[in-house]
């Protein structure tokens, strides 16, 4: 579980939002952060709603070391709908003349569209994984607090 408070932190940092910031977007405190930051284990609600946020698979969040990752980019995934799109000329004599402008922004909606679906399908998978580890969790306690009220009511 070490990994989770480095990732945590890691993709705060690259995301580029402060601990106060992630404490609003998580509607906790900023010592909260701080304090998963060190190493408390955040609760499960707390590390869903990460895991949504940043659009990370689960089983990724809490088991790899994001930071180690070749393109040192996690969200490239993500779209941020915001900031513009690089490349694209600002006027039509930056267009090579080869090239069809219609074309050109045809190819960047279409990278656009992939991006999306990448981004969804990514969504997907988190959910996927959140409620695999719920089940996991509910399959854990249940067995547990049976045999707890069996005993009771005897």
């Known amino acids: 579980m070490d990994f989770l408070r480095l990732n945590i932190k890691y993709l705060r940092v690259i995301n580029g939002l402060t601990q ?3 404490a609003e977007i998580l509607d906790v ?10 190493g408390t284990i955040p609760p499960v609600d707390i590390v869903h709603r990460l895991v949504n946020h940043f659009n990370i698979k ?3 969040f809490i088991e790899k070391d994001l930071s180690s990752f070749e393109s040192k980019n996690v969200n490239t995934v993500l779209i941020n709908t915001d900031r513009e799109i ?3 000329p600002k006027q039509t004599s930056q267009v090579n ?14 990278e656009s569209l992939e991006r999306i679906i ?12 959140t409620i695999d580890a719920l089940k996991e969790v509910i ?5 547990k607090s049976t045999k707890k009220e069996f005993h009771k009511s005897q």
Do not use: C, G, H, M
């Open 29 to 38: 405190s900023r010592s909260n952060i701080a304090s998963y930051e060190s």
């Open 58 to 60: 689960f089983n990724d």
């Open 97 to 110: 003349e080869q090239v069809n402008p219609i074309d050109f922004y045809r190819a960047k909606n279409i």
């Open 118 to 129: 990448t981004a969804q399908e990514t969504v997907i998978r988190t959910q996927q994984d």
């Open 139 to 143: 399959t854990e306690i249940r067995p």
């Open 20 to 22: 106060v910031q992630l």
């Open 86 to 88: 690089p490349n694209i």
